[in-house]
Nanobody, 124 residues
Framework: QVQLVESGGGLVQAGDSLGLSCAASGRTFSTYAMGWFRQAPGKEREFVAAISWNGGSTNYADSVKVRFTISRDNAKNTVNLQMNSLKPEDTAVYYC?????????????????WGQGTQVTVSS
C-alpha cells in the first residue's frame, strides 16, 4: 500500500510562485516514476509534469513548460512541483501520483496510486 500526501497549495495572485510537495510512504519510492496532474472545476484531470525514478528525465505539459519545474528527493521520499508565473488558468486541484514504471509518462492510466489533492487558486 502506498500513501501520497500533497501539501503547499493555496491562494496566490497571477504572476506569483508556489511550491507543491508530495510525501510518499509505504513502498520503495526511489524506483518509480512520479507525476503531477490537475483538475479544474468542470474539466477532466490533465497531465502537468512527470519525473523518472532517478530524476534524470522529466516530461511537461506544453501549458506549463518553462514555468513549472518538477523535482524529487529520493532520500526524503518527496516529489516537488515549483510553479512560477502562475496564471488564473492554473487554478485546479493538484494531485501527485506514483507509476509502477521507471520513466515519466503522461497518461493517467499509467499511475496506480494517487494523493488526495491540494487546491491551488490563482486570482487575476
Amino acid at each position: 500500500q502506498v500513501q501520497l500526501v500533497e501539501s503547499g497549495g493555496g491562494l496566490v495572485q497571477a504572476g506569483d510562485s508556489l511550491g507543491l510537495s508530495c510525501a510518499a510512504s509505504g513502498r520503495t519510492f526511489s524506483t518509480y516514476a512520479m507525476g503531477w496532474f490537475r483538475q479544474a472545476p468542470g474539466k477532466e484531470r490533465e497531465f502537468v509534469a512527470a519525473i523518472s525514478w532517478n530524476g534524470g528525465s522529466t516530461n511537461y505539459a506544453d501549458s506549463v513548460k518553462v514555468r513549472f519545474t518538477i523535482s524529487r528527493d529520493n532520500a526524503k521520499n518527496t516529489v516537488n512541483l515549483q510553479m512560477n508565473s502562475l496564471k488564473p488558468e492554473d487554478t485546479a486541484v493538484y494531485y501527485c501520483a506514483l507509476s509502477p514504471l521507471a520513466h515519466p509518462i503522461r497518461s493517467s492510466t499509467g499511475y496506480h496510486y494517487w494523493g488526495q489533492g491540494t487546491q491551488v487558486t490563482v486570482s487575476s
